[in-house]
């Protein structure tokens, strides 16, 4: 009896260590996908139908209710989440540019948010490099009172190891020296424009900022070394509270039902465009992976929460409502995990904040890359911001996400453009965003441990020093340590 009893157990411990690699769910999920995935069509059907997903707009409210419909379709249990957003949209823009104010010819470009309701300046451009702190130091005074220009990303040239910062990051930095206006200069060659925000808060700027093409900007750039430019500024925009609604589709865990694991990325888009890219791919395979649970009747010990937010591109909006209506609860701590899905496409391995996760990620990795080949099993560590994993991170919940993917289709110089539309999505790769997300999901949601918990402030604080988050966290006042 003693030995089959040994014989029993090693038999147990056996078999419960291969229902911990999930391969044959990993396979039920892949066939799924494969076989029925939705989220190409659904995508497809709302970039034609309903169009953008400004937050706050006409538009933005179909969207939530296309999305909601959808989830109660595939027999999810959903339910919106409103909240109440500062929502901001561009109305009236004129940029006039010039060696003096008779002289002074229109140029192409777009307002950027949260600027002014209203603006009308004019006034000598002075340029400000790549728009960093560095740029300023050596003559702090010769920006006061003028309009500052800025490259978006990486001047070439520039000294090497130079990190760029956000847009909204450069503006508050030129608004600290005083200019009264930015134009940012996009990186994307062929005049293409860039919307998006260019207020570290989400809410309005003190001054107007707009957005030129590379080869204007370049070329304003030249003229400036010779002779002095001037620019007239004048636009109009929206700037009030509106209702908006990030929409929960839950599936409540069988042992761990107040331990949740959070699947989220953001529904809303600018307006320029479909935003097919920026983030239909991240919010329509979302939706795709609560259709593959509910479909394969798929359990968890863990509750999973499928989240589409709004208002990410006016400032992670929605992620925010999402953790201050936790703290209300108090059901924040409940969140052991938040995996972000923005512009997620085709992931080649999974990524996350925290390197522990390293061996349980690439042992779920190893098998599915015994399913799919193309699946190359990258692991990648580290922590960014400026997307909607952020709010959790500074709650100190660990992150993560696919890794290693590529835009489809060259569609990264149409990011936050008027060429981000439904033409550029790959069907396959869609699709793969799909299955080996909801892989890592299900794996996540069921694994006996999650070998880290959410970080105390001493913890948090070294981390985010260590990721170099200080400076940019500290020029949007999100910095809370001494």
């Not at 060429?419 to 799909?434: A, H, I, M, P």
């Amino acid at each position: 009896m003693k030995y089959l009893f040994a014989l029993t157990l090693i038999s147990t411990t056996l078999f419960a260590n291969a229902q911990d690699q999930f391969g044959n769910v990993f396979s039920k999920i892949n066939d799924n996908v494969q076989q029925n995935s939705k989220a190409y069509q659904t995508l497809k059907y709302e970039t034609e139908t309903i169009g953008h997903r400004l937050t706050g707009s006409v538009n933005g409210e179909k969207a939530e209710q296309y999305a909601y419909d959808l989830l109660k379709s595939y027999g999810c249990d959903v339910k919106f989440q409103p909240f109440e957003v500062e929502s901001w949209a561009r109305k009236t823009i004129h940029v006039e540019i010039g060696s003096d104010q008779n002289s002074l010819v229109k140029m192409k470009a777009v307002t950027l948010a949260h600027s002014p309701v209203s603006a009308d300046i004019v006034g000598e451009i002075v340029d400000a490099g790549n728009g960093m702190e560095v740029d300023y130091q050596a003559d702090p005074a010769k920006f006061k009172g003028k309009i500052a220009l800025i490259y978006l990303g990486v001047l070439p040239g520039s000294p090497a190891g130079t990190k760029s910062l956000h847009r909204s990051e450069k503006t508050a930095i030129a608004t600290q020296y005083g200019a009264t206006g930015v134009i940012i200069i996009n990186t994307v060659k062929n005049g293409v424009l860039l919307t998006g925000t260019a207020s570290v808060t989400g809410k309005l700027i003190s001054i107007p900022a707009v957005c030129i093409g590379l080869e204007d900007g370049m070329a304003l750039k030249e003229k400036l070394k010779t002779q002095a430019q001037t620019a007239h500024i004048a636009m109009t925009n929206f700037s009030g509270l509106i209702k908006a609604r990030n929409v929960v589709a839950t599936f409540k865990g069988t042992e761990l039902p107040k331990d949740k694991v959070v699947v989220g990325g953001h529904l809303d888009s600018w307006d320029l465009a479909t935003g097919a890219i920026d983030n239909g791919i991240g919010s329509f395979a979302i939706m795709d992976m609560a259709r593959t649970f509910k479909q394969l009747h798929l359990k968890t010990k863990r509750t999973v929460e499928f989240v589409l937010f709004m208002g990410e591109e006016q400032g992670l909006l929605g992620s925010k409502a999402y953790i201050n209506q936790a703290k209300k609860e108090k059901t924040l701590q409940q969140v052991k995990f938040m995996l972000n899905y923005d512009m997620t496409n085709d992931p080649k391995g999974f990524s996350t904040s925290r390197a522990e996760m390293k061996e349980l990620f690439t042992a779920w990795g190893d098998d599915i890359v015994k399913i799919d080949t193309g699946f190359k099993n990258l692991f990648n560590a580290g922590a960014g911001l400026h997307s909607d994993h952020q709010p959790f991170m500074l709650e100190g919940i660990p992150t993560g996400g696919g890794f290693g993917g590529k835009l489809p289709n060259n569609s990264g110089p149409f990011y936050h453009s008027d060429g981000d539309s439904f033409k550029l999505v790959d069907e396959q790769e869609l699709k793969n965003t799909v299955r080996y997300s909801a892989m890592l999901t299900y794996a996540l949601a069921n694994t006996p441990k999650i070998p880290i918990g959410i970080q105390g402030e001493e913890e948090l604080k070294a981390f985010l020093e260590s990721q170099n988050l200080k400076e940019p966290l500290t020029i949007a006042g999100e910095w809370r340590w001494k």
